[in-house]
């Protein structure tokens, strides 16, 4: 839509003043608590068309999941073209978002300003994809609408936007010397800066942002079904996607494939002046007999789909890696991968079953994985160990991400830390003053906020025994958690989500011995404290992987309640890495968050996993208290034991999609795919049975609030 369609207008959220005329670019519905008033300013036109489709599948992704959410892009592209065209023309399997409003003039300064203005009662605004011409118009919109970051909030100020720049490539380095200098003006105006690798993080400090998270990137849908085509024998036909700046392992490769006369070569992408210049040589070489052909400018989704689905081997020749989604995309076509051996491909490929990695830089060792790859029967083997990726997850872990950066709660989270704030009001005569004043001094940052939360929620409040014992009052339980922080004197252990193979998956079965060993042996190389049950450890593992993906925002700042009792080994691994989790223990008839007195949606994560996990009884119960004790975007991670009826508390296949009907019913949403392998595995784990009286595996489920 090219109009705006002005809504009523609605009172300023105390930022400033919106001059007579101006309407906020709102919805016009009244939401609920939970759900955010999103604003994503993005690019929409032909230029950039992978960020186009970006922006519309988060735009899309966000509304979906019950936020409201409106689109703001540019009237016309940054750089001239013969017609002006919408981006779902370059990708048809990317729909356009309904609520879109072309409102920014690159050649009008006051469009900036006025949609800024507009802008003042959303909750947060997301700036994907600002390329460094673009900066002086975001900067303009950001201070108009009250989004820059200041620290902290002022005395009886209300609240205002956080601002967020989603970053989809390499940020520019110091040597770019223009170009850095305004990026930098931008990252250290906003509250947040998400990034697609590990590897942007110093970079994106360096250049001045305030607080950095990290979100692998969604693979983009592209046309075509690669997994479909036949077997074919002959030449190795390697395909490259390239881009501007990341030119150095290209020339690797090149002249690895000189030497290896079975393997021919596609180089596709936008490459411009000196580089498309410089390639052209290298692919002129007579040496390589014609078997190299560069194919210059954009890749629309289909024309993509076509060049996935004629070659056989992705190749990534990339000695750094500031995307995330260019592995998934070879395996959502049945494409094994060739990558240096750096991160994050370092984890996303499995080398010898679905590809091939090399030490970085190393030409000889590519040399070698080429005539590896020359050999038929290798190539169908890889071929054949390439998984569909889960496209439901990653775009669970990604909105996860976003939904934390962007919550209003961040910017009173975000305060000053020193420990000179005064006590919340209403607890000055429950004894936890001094304790948190303390821990506020001392914990980690990330301990501090939880610390914050949970009494702003909880305390005072009694946990009272269902069956009629007398239980610790939860003052006492944060009082507890805050003391283990503090008397913590083991470092940290350092643990991001891109530390996480992807086979610890969310939602997952296990249904064999070997997976419980395989994650026990996977927690001591990651530095996690050692635990003797294999079971626990594959469920908290999972667990600690979802919340870690999906709902920490860097600070380790995330309320979690595990309800796995004070020897829970989820809360042994969470309190590791940085987090304060509250352990809870409840023996009554229904043992659940229930008996947890907390505001509604003040909780960000709730776990009820093995050994103390859920059964088919009291699955349902779960489901509908934190339903309402869970913030949009909060995680709740069961485990439910799976065996033939006769098995006491199990639940069958069957039973688990009745579970996620409920739950869909209730506002939660599956982390992971039912349909890929989970369930398969389930039936594989049944088939296996050797007693019609005993549960056959266990099923962990990770739901995230709508």
């Known amino acids: 839509m090219s109009h705006d369609p002005r809504p009523p207008h609605r009172p300023s959220r105390g930022t400033g003043r919106r001059t007579r005329g101006e309407a906020a670019y709102g919805s016009t519905s009244d939401a609920g608590s939970a759900a955010l008033r999103v604003a994503i300013v993005g690019p929409a036109h032909l230029d950039e068309e992978t960020a186009v489709a970006h922006t519309a599948m988060l735009a899309h992704h966000l509304s979906d999941a019950g936020h409201e959410v409106t689109l703001v892009t540019w009237t016309a592209p940054s750089r001239s073209r013969s017609s002006v ?81 989603v970053c989809l490539d390499a940020l520019p380095g110091r040597s770019r010397l223009v170009e850095g200098r305004l990026v930098s003006s931008l990252l250290s105006r906003v509250d947040s800066v998400l990034v697609p690798s590990a590897g942007q993080v110093s970079l994106a400090r360096d250049l001045g942002a305030h607080h950095v998270s990290v979100a692998a990137l969604p693979p983009l849908p592209a046309g075509g079904d690669g997994t479909a085509r036949g077997w074919r024998r002959g030449p190795t036909r390697l395909l490259a996607l390239e881009a501007a700046g990341r030119l150095d392992g290209l020339e690797l490769l090149l002249r690895a494939v000189r030497a290896v006369p079975d393997v021919s070569l596609t180089v596709a992408g936008e490459l411009r002046g000196a580089d498309a210049a410089r390639i052209g040589r290298l692919a002129a070489d007579p040496a390589l007999g014609g078997r190299v052909e560069v194919r210059e400018g954009p890749l629309p989704a289909d024309v993509l789909g076509a060049l996935l689905g004629i070659h056989d081997v992705l190749a990534l020749p990339y000695l750094s890696a500031p995307s995330t989604r260019e592995v998934a995309l070879g395996h959502l076509h049945g494409l094994p991968v060739l990558a240096f051996e750096v991160p994050p491909f370092s984890s996303q490929v499995t080398d010898g079953l679905d590809g091939l990695l090399v030490p970085c830089g190393d030409e000889d060792a590519l040399t070698t994985a080429l005539r590896r790859l020359g050999d038929p029967n290798v190539r169908r083997r890889l071929a054949e160990g390439v998984q569909t990726p889960d496209l439901t997850a990653s775009w669970a872990h990604y909105l996860g991400a976003i939904e934390t950066l962007s919550a209003p709660d961040r910017l ?77 004197r083991r470092p940290l252990v350092t643990l991001q989500p891109g530390d996480l193979p992807d086979w610890v998956r969310a939602t997952d079965v296990l249904g064999e011995p070997e997976q419980a060993d395989d994650a026990r042996r996977l927690s001591r190389i990651l530095g996690l404290p050692r635990s003797l049950d294999d079971v626990a450890a594959w469920a908290a593992l999972g667990a600690l992987a979802a919340i870690l993906r999906v709902r920490d925002d860097g600070l380790r700042s995330s309320v979690i309640v595990d309800e796995g009792g004070t020897r829970s080994l989820l809360s042994r691994w969470a309190r590791a890495v940085g987090f304060a989790p509250v352990e809870i223990h409840f023996t009554g008839e229904h043992p659940s968050v229930a008996a947890l007195d907390v505001d509604t949606g003040s909780l960000d994560v709730i776990v009820r996993i093995h050994p103390h996990g859920c059964d088919g009884e009291d699955v349902d119960h779960v489901l509908e208290q934190a339903s309402w004790a869970l913030g949009s975007g909060g995680l709740l991670v069961v485990t439910v034991p799976i065996g033939p009826r006769a098995a006491e508390g199990a639940i069958g296949p069957a039973d688990v999609r009745a579970i996620l009907a409920r739950a869909h019913g209730l506002g939660f949403v599956l982390v992971g795919d039912l349909d890929g392998d989970v369930t398969a595995r389930m039936r594989t784990a049944a088939s296996r049975a050797r007693a019609d009286d005993a549960a056959y595996g266990l099923v962990r489920l990770t739901l995230r609030r709508r």
């Not at 920014?104 to 203005?117: A, E, F, I, K, M």
């Open 85 to 165: 065209t919408a981006a779902s023309a370059e990708h048809p399997h990317v729909a356009p978002f309904p609520r879109t409003i072309r409102a920014l003039s690159r050649t009008r300064p006051d469009t900036w300003v006025r949609v800024g203005r507009r802008l003042r009662d959303v909750d947060a605004v997301l700036l994907v994809h600002p390329v460094p011409t673009s900066v002086p118009a975001h900067r303009a919109l950001l201070q108009a609408a009250g989004a820059v970051h200041t620290g902290s909030l002022p005395h009886g100020a209300g609240p205002r936007p956080q601002s967020v720049v």
């Open 412 to 488: 009173a989270a975000a305060g000053p830390r020193d420990g000179a704030g005064s006590e919340p009001a209403g607890h000055a005569g429950r004894g936890l003053g001094p304790t948190l004043s303390r821990a506020r001094q001392v914990a980690a940052p990330g301990a501090r906020l939880v610390a914050d939360r949970l009494v702003r929620s909880v305390a005072g409040q009694e946990v009272t025994d269902v069956a009629g014992r007398a239980s610790d009052t939860v003052a006492r339980r944060v009082r507890q958690a805050a003391s283990r922080v503090l008397a913590g």
